[in-house]
């Protein structure tokens, strides 16, 4: 059931995504340059995706387990540390410079993208590299 769900809601913000034109890289690239084509849609996007997403936490932070029944887990820690803003800083220059994050990545892999399969490929890496080098907290 749990599998299923995870699944059902993976489809669902991958049609979002796809929906939104924000797997489309220049898209992203585009909202980012100021000075250039400017293109204010993906601020449109991101409120709207905001708005919706406060009504189910709002809702879930009131209950122990999650509708597939397992317990929720919530961020313990709530300071920002270095090592928070060097992983913001590290994810907005990725996210800038290719104009891809993790969600759409994955979005681009379905469609058989090379960028897509380069994102992830480099994403991965990041992942391991971090999980090994990274002091644990």
């Given at each position: 059931m749990k599998l299923i769900?995870?699944?059902?809601?993976?489809?669902?913000?991958g049609f979002g995504l796809i929906v939104a034109d924000m797997a489309n890289p220049s898209k992203v690239v585009n909202f980012l340059d100021l000075a250039g084509q400017w293109d204010p849609s993906l601020a449109f996007v991101m409120m709207g995706a905001i708005g919706i997403a406060c009504?189910?936490?709002y809702v879930l932070r009131r209950r122990a387990t999650s509708w597939s029944g397992e317990p929720m887990q919530w961020p313990l820690l709530k300071m920002i540390d270095r090592r928070l803003i060097l992983g913001s800083l590290l994810f907005g220059l990725g996210w800038g410079l290719a104009g891809i994050c993790p969600g759409p990545a994955l979005v681009l892999l379905g469609y058989g993208s090379a960028k897509g399969f380069a994102f992830v490929?480099?994403?991965?890496?990041g992942i391991i590299a971090c999980d090994r080098c990274a002091p644990k907290t």
């Open positions: 769900f995870s699944f059902l809601l993976g489809l669902l913000f009504i189910p936490f490929g480099a994403m991965l890496v």
